[in-house]
Each structure stands twice: as structure tokens, then as C-alpha cells.
């Protein structure tokens, strides 16, 4: 149907980009990236108009979001020919501007083309040898001043090479290390550094990608003081596995991967230190109060915790409820994965697993019934049911009406 739309129109159209490189590869990739030589918001009109979708165009880029009403989305790029032609292009012409939008992409692998009009279905278009690189699994960039011109190709190239288990080639690491000897990374704003780590820390495996960072020295711009200790490394892959079992558990209970990363990553950050990273990222004030306030909470936990243990006291379910009970999933399993103390990290299993889901039966209205009346005894009362329903004291309604009379 892309086809056709362009064939109508007379424009040439081309899938670009990661989809044709995973295309290649043989990965999965939904996302369909389009270049359109000549307008392509026109395109992405027409298009959304025969298919009943929306578009959301930026004529100032000459770009535009296709979202179908099957809540599928499509990325529309125009060549720009009325940016840097004259009247009357010739198509010779025409191509050499599909080779400028290409130019200015980030790698090699990532610049095939794959024209998807009738007459030419399936041509590959391959400026910059990125066929070559694809089959040698190497990241490439194009000019030698890439990472300048945009250093958050930094964190891409490194992304790329751990996701597709490629390599980036040798000059171009060197172009990553003088670039950041040059510093480059620090005149990146907050924003986008923390969107390229949160994409780094999303990936099905980051630690690959994060040991690549230390090794070229990318961390001390997140903090000075940011190190892969073999303990942070620890952390990290405890991470790892528990958010594969909890994964593997709760499907449908959203969890921040990236945040239980990025604990682990700052787990040898001072409390002041933790937050200056996170204002060096640019996260939002209240987000950083409350991660920072969590972390907090959940460190004087752990000692507490920790020794409580050591004095071989037994813990009531009812407390173990009390410790973890407001903490949100990405700290407990931050806590989890921190701990060296397989009896603590077995305490917080047990309040994911089970303590976190318990309830008691009764409610306001059933106390009311009971002639109980109402107050701030209320809030005392229903504690008190949960916790023995937590210690297995009561296990029905019927016997938490008999301790809610006492
Ligand atoms: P992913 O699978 O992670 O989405 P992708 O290759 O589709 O990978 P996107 O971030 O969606 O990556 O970007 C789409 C395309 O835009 C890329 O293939 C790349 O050619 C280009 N691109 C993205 N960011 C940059 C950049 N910083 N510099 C140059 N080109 C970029």
C-alpha cells in the first residue's frame, strides 16, 4: 500500500534506516522508517487518508507521523530536494539527494535504502559500503567528524555493537576516544545524555553495553566518581537476574528496567553524589526527591534488616510488610539485587511473591455492621486485621470479625 501511494504520486519511496539493517540481519524490527524523495508530509497525507489514520507532520523538518487506527506507527523523512535543489531536477539529481539524507546518518549499517515503489520493489541503494559492514558485523561511522558533530553517537555506536553482537571498528573507536578527550560529551544537555542511558539501560542485556562505557571512559560524565567497581558490576548482574524472575512472574506488572540499572550502576554513590548525577542527567526534580528519598529508605532498611538477621531474630510477616510496604518494585528489587545477605534477599522474594498481594476481607462498611463506630480507631483496626491476616492469624472473615469485636 506504501508502494502504491508513492507510485501514485509519482515519488520515489525507501524503508531506511534500522528496519532495513534488521531487515538484513534477520532481527525483528516493527519499526518502518521512510524516505520519501520529494515531499514527504504530501506522502504521509495521502496515505493516512487511503489507510484512515493520522498524521502529526513537522513541515519544518519535512517530517511526519503516520499513526494507523491500529495504533501502529510509521516515520516519514523527505529527502529535502526543495532545501538544496534548483527547479527542474533531473533524477540523477534526485538520487544524489537520497545519498545527502543518507550522509548524514550516524552509521554505515544503518544508511541502506530499499526502494519500495512497484518498478524498482526490493532495490537496494548502498552508498557507504553498509551491505559490507553488516556482513563484517562492523559499526562505522561515515566522516571522522561524526562524534563531534553529534556525540551522542557515542552511546549509539556502543548500543548497536553489544544489542547486534557486532564490533565497532577500530578507527571509529579512536574518533570515540578523542572525542572525549576533547570533552564533547560535556556540551550535551541533561536531556539527551539520560534518554541515551535510559535506552542503553532498556536493552535486553546492558551490562555489556555499560563494561564498553567504563572502558572508554564514558562514565565520568554522568559523575566524576561513577566507576564499574567489581562490586557495581555485581550489583548489575544480580539486576539482571532478578528482573528476569520477576519477569518470568509478573508479566503485567510495569517495571522500570532502566531504573534498577541505574541504581545498581550508582550503588557506590555518596547520597550527594547520587543526586548530582541525576541532576546532571536532568531528571525531573520530583522524580529525583522521590528515587533519592526511596534509596535512601531502602539503605537504612537493609542494615536494619541485615541486623536483624545477624541476632538470629525471627521476623513476623507482618513487619517484613511494614518494612518494604510504599516501596516501589524498581527499589525492591534494586534492594534485592545489593544485598549480599541471601536470607535478605529471600525477604524481599517473599514480600514480592506473596506479602504484597495480601488483603484483609473486611471494610469500613462490614465494621460498621459489626456496630463499631467509626473513627480514627478505624485506620488502628484495619492495621491490625492485615497484620493478622499477614501472620496468618486469621484466615476468614469470620475470625476477623471476632478480632475486629475485640
Ligand atoms: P532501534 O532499533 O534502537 O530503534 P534504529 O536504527 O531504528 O534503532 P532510531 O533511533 O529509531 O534507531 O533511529 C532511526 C534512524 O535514524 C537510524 O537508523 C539512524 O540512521 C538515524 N539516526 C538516529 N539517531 C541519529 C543520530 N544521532 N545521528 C545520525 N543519525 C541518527
Known amino acids: ?67 494507523l487506527s491500529d495504533g501502529s506507527k510509521l516515520d516519514v523523512a523527505s529527502t529535502r530536494l526543495e532545501y538544496y535543489e534548483s527547479p527542474g531536477v533531473l533524477p540523477t539529481v534526485e538520487r544524489s539527494s537520497l545519498r545527502h539524507d543518507l550522509y548524514r546518518r550516524d552509521f554505515t549499517i544503518n544508511t541502506l535504502a530499499i526502494c519500495i515503489n512497484s518498478d524498482r520493489f526490493g532495490m537496494v541503494t548502498d552508498f557507504f559500503g553498509g551491505q559490507q559492514d553488516i556482513q563484517q558485523r562492523t559499526v562505522r561511522v561515515l566522516h571522522n567528524l561524526s562524534f563531534v558533530e553529534d556525540p551522542t553517537r557515542v552511546f549509539r555506536a556502543i548500543r548497536f555493537e553489544q544489542r547486534l553482537a557486532f564490533r565497532i571498528a577500530p578507527h571509529t573507536e579512536n574518533l570515540i576516544r578523542s572525542a572525549l578527550r576533547m570533552k564533547v560529551l560535556d556540551r550535551v544537555g541533561g536531556i539527551r545524555l539520560f534518554n541515551e542511558l535510559v535506552l542503553i539501560l532498556n536493552e535486553q542485556e546492558p551490562l555489556g553495553a555499560v563494561r564498553r562505557m567504563a572502558m572508554l571512559g564514558l562514565l565520568p560524565f554522568i559523575h566524576p566518581q561513577l566507576r564499574l567497581s567489581p562490586e557495581t558490576e555485581r550489583a548489575m548482574t544480580e539486576s539482571s537476574r532478578l528482573l528476569t524472575w520477576f519477569r518470568l512472574l509478573y508479566l ?155
Not at 10 to 26: C, E, N, Q, S
Not at 299 to 320: G, P, Y
Not at 374 to 403: C, F, H, Q, W
Request: hydrophobic content about 40%; some cysteine; proline content about 3%.
Open 1 to 67: 500500500d506504501l508502494g502504491r501511494t508513492g507510485d501514485e504520486l509519482g515519488l520515489p519511496v525507501y524503508a531506511v534506516g534500522g528496519f532495513v539493517r534488521d531487515l538484513l540481519l534477520g532481527v525483528e524490527n516493527l519499526d518502518l522508517d521512510l524516505t520519501v524523495e520529494g515531499d514527504g508530509i504530501f506522502f504521509a497525507e495521502r496515505f493516512a487518508r487511503a489507510k484512515g489514520g493520522r498524521v502529526r507532520s513537522h513541515p519544518a523538518f519535512g517530517t511526519a507521523v503516520v499513526v
Open 252 to 406: 503485567n506488572d510495569p517495571c522500570q528496567q532502566w531504573q534498577v540499572y541505574f541504581l545498581a550502576l550508582c550503588e557506590r554513590l555518596r547520597d550527594d553524589e547520587f543526586q548530582e548525577a541525576c541532576r546532571r542527567l536532568s531528571m525531573p526534580g520530583r522524580f529525583v526527591s522521590q528515587v533519592f528519598a526511596h534509596r535512601h529508605r531502602a539503605l537504612v532498611m537493609l542494615e536494619t534488616l541485615q541486623r536483624r538477621l545477624k541476632r538470629a531474630q525471627d521476623l513476623r510477616n507482618s513487619e517484613i510488610y511494614d518494612s518494604f510496604h510504599g516501596l516501589p518494585l524498581e527499589i525492591l528489587l534494586y534492594l534485592a539485587a545489593r544485598t549480599k545477605n541471601d536470607q535478605v534477599r529471600r525477604l524481599v522474594s517473599l514480600y514480592i511473591t506473596r506479602l504484597r498481594h495480601m488483603r484483609r476481607e473486611l471494610d469500613g462498611n462490614a465494621l460498621k455492621e459489626l456496630g463499631l463506630a467509626p473513627g480514627p480507631n478505624y485506620s488502628r483496626i484495619m492495621k491490625r486485621l492485615l497484620d493478622a491476616r499477614l501472620d496468618a492469624e486469621v484466615g476468614t472473615a469470620e475470625e476477623e470479625r471476632t478480632l475486629a469485636r475485640e
